[in-house]
């Protein structure tokens, strides 16, 4: 294993390094907190004693009583190279809806556990500090969204580096004028071994990106990594802003990055028109092929070629092109999805949903398991309600954005299987840190999920709405001091 400065040595302890932040580090973090303190005093109290209730009887529609309740799975049994599943470990019941033609047909309940085996801060932003002339002390760094995926025996990892200062800057009046600017993200990189030490150096990625300083809303340089192995060839896929000729306008758009050719190639879809940003597409390779899940209800499914990056919809269940409508379509894309057993993929995505009352246009986000099949239909098999976690885990960092976000949440980007019983998930907390989260017990999960998925014949899909359907309701029971945009879309549903 190579040096790092002395980078190696903070991970062996990185849950105590959280707390022996450098001085800047926690004027830095401190200065967040006081916002965070600020808002929580205004809003806490009303959401106080809030837990989470499960669903009501009477939006679950029930079909052949199958409703398991699986086994805990006795840790480390069947991983010989998992030596320790970290801190915050978190046993629940983690309800899940499967779905047939048209419906939900049933809710399955299975025990899983979370647990927290590596973080990847503040080692990033340490490291990175290092890389930045930034003499006046004008950043402000996240290392958040860590793609990962296996490369033989190590986990490379790719996350995204934030400078929010200069979303300070446009959402705090407050804050004093900047003198310099950079982007306001860039790519890190790193590889691991399985037990998540460094086995080298960090850098930052050179992808050229252009600049947006001109707007007042920046948001320049790479985000939101997800790395994809497509026929032998690793990609990382993620959007930047960049001027769009046809709307005579910056807009996200998604491009892929060819970690082979170190070559790049932005996504296309012909006679489709994007939305103002295209984000959280969900890859994935199907015979060595690149698809992305572009949303997954109503579920639509492009097919791309890598060398081209032309695109074309496989699935499209919007037969009018609808545009996204933000408080409808909750569930949203977050990991790669992985192949679990012909032809049942996994993958992690993200929900959100905006509040009505007591506090109105707040997201609250929340990480859900997804099944999907890629044949004879391509369609959402399972769909798991919120994954909880120890509240001591989700409040270890403020919100990075708490004007936006009021509730601590977990947005998963990265995936790899470490068995055929528990999956390592490359997230972040809080748009602030990055992190491994680790979840036990998908085994009895999918096992269950795929025989429903049999006894209903595996042929179609379930109509859209019914899968935003059953996260909203899940959602709605978690919050029932609360009301939430979009209810209207859901009127005839029942929900
Ligand atoms: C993928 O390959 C399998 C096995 O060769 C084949 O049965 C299947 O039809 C292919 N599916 C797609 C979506 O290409
Ligand atoms: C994958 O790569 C192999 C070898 O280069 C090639 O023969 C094959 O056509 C590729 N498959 C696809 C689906 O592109």
Known sequence: MEEDQGGACETTDKFTMLKQLTRLQRWKYGRLLLLVICFILSGNLLFRGLTYQGIPSTTIQKEGGIRKESRLIESGSHDTGLVDDGEFAHAQTLAGAVFKQHAM??????KVVVSVPHSFSPTTEQTVAKMFSDDLNENIYHGIAPAITWADDEIIVVQRLWLVQFEHSVYYKTEKQLRNTWHESYFYTQKFNKNYEPTTKGELMGIPVPSNSQFDYR????????LIWVNGTLYVSFHIWIWDDKDKASRGRMHLWNCQENSIKRLNVRDYDFLVVEINWAPLEINGSLYYIYTLDPFRVLKCE???????????DSPDNNRFEYNREHLRGGSPFLLYKWPYYIGMAHSVIVSQTPKENFGIYNTHLVIISVEPTFRIVYVSAQIQFKEKFLNQFPIARPYAQMRPFVFPVGIIFRNDDVIDVGAHLNDNSGYVIR???IRTLVRDAIALDKHHGRRSRPSPLVVNGYVRSRLKSANR????????FYKDLGH
């Open 219 to 226: 948001s320049d340089g790479p985000m939101d990594p997800r």
């Open 481 to 488: 001091d609360m009301t939430f945009k979009g209810e209207e």
């Open 105 to 110: 047909s049933d809710e399955l309940l299975t």
């Open 439 to 441: 979840l036990r017990g």
């Open 306 to 316: 890598p060398s081209t990056g032309d695109c074309h919809f496989v699935v499209n």
